[in-house]
């Protein structure tokens, strides 16, 4: 090992201690301030939607145990508020996994592997040469000319979903109900008895949503900023209408939700659970 990757993995164990250090710290502040509240952590645990274990993996630092790193920040942000700790102040102190990068090994030059047949061409004169440059250039052009022409006139705006505003708007009908556009989730073989029947959106940037569940009661319809975490329990099926697809992450009982928008459109429509 070279005296340079000797330095960088001495770095790197820096970097991990540290982390771990840090998270440590910011699970016994939590623990710290649960307890003065009398709170314990089945409690802690029932009122989050998490399981005793994920509690305790919060409280000693354990954060590698705990899924992706957008729904450890929701599970931070929900305890601190449950504590009425400033949200802001607890995620400052939270730090994401380490990822190390190889370094990609220098490129040992080479000789242009045309060098060998430009020394055997002919010389060519230099007013020929201009000429076919010339006519090169003009086909080129011509043929950029004509697609971006076809491709411009072919091209249909793609529809976006508008923001449902009430009832109608919502595309919920239930006349309707055997064309419904939504893409069906079957969840109900696997994953019961995780999390319960609850819902987990988390939101990585500003998306407008709505939530029914089987009755039709609608559980969430709001715009939600980057940073939110909402937690609704209801009746499934849900009926998930989302603004923005790629704005969010969704958890049902205790795994992942992907979230696949509609053709031709930044929305998603989802039925979850049943």
């Known amino acids: 090992m070279s005296a340079t990757e000797t330095n960088m993995a001495m770095t790197q164990n820096t970097k991990a201690t540290d982390r771990a250090q840090q998270l ?9 301030a649960r307890e003065n509240q009398a709170y314990s952590v089945a409690e802690v645990a029932e009122r989050l939607f998490l399981s005793s274990s994920q509690v305790n993996a ?6 590698d145990s705990l899924p992706a790193e957008v729904f ?16 802001a102040l607890i995620l400052a102190q939270y730090q994401p996994p380490l990822v190390e990068l190889p370094e990609d090994p220098e490129p040992e030059p080479r000789p242009p592997a045309n060098k060998g047949l430009l020394e055997r061409l002919p010389e060519v004169p230099g ?7 010339a006519v090169v250039a003009l086909l080129l052009l011509t043929t950029i000319i004509y697609f971006s022409a ?54 990585t940037d500003d998306c407008w ?5 089987a009755s039709r009661k609608i559980l969430l319809a709001d715009m939600r ?9 209801g009746e499934p099926p849900y009926k998930v209408v989302l603004g923005r697809y790629h704005a969010v992450a969704v958890r049902y009982q ?5 979230v696949v928008p509609d053709e031709g459109s930044r929305s998603a429509q989802l039925v979850i659970g049943g």
């Open 24 to 32: 440590a710290a910011l699970g016994a502040q939590l623990r710290a």
């Open 58 to 63: 919060i409280e000693q630092g354990n954060y």
């Open 72 to 87: 450890v920040k929701g599970y931070l942000r929900s305890y601190a508020k449950l504590l009425q700790l400033d949200p």
């Open 127 to 133: 007013a020929l040469v201009w000429s076919a440059m």
């Open 150 to 203: 076809g491709s411009d006139s072919d091209q249909e705006p793609a529809p976006e979903l508008a923001q449902p505003a009430g009832e109608q708007q919502s595309g919920l009908d239930d006349n309707n109900a055997s064309v419904s556009p939504f893409a069906v989730l079957d969840t109900s073989a696997s994953g019961a008895g995780q999390g319960g029947d609850h819902l987990e959106i988390h939101f």
């Open 209 to 213: 949503v709505e939530v029914r569940d």
């Open 225 to 233: 900023r980057a940073g939110d975490t909402e937690i609704v329990q």
């Open 254 to 258: 205790g795994r992942s939700i992907p």
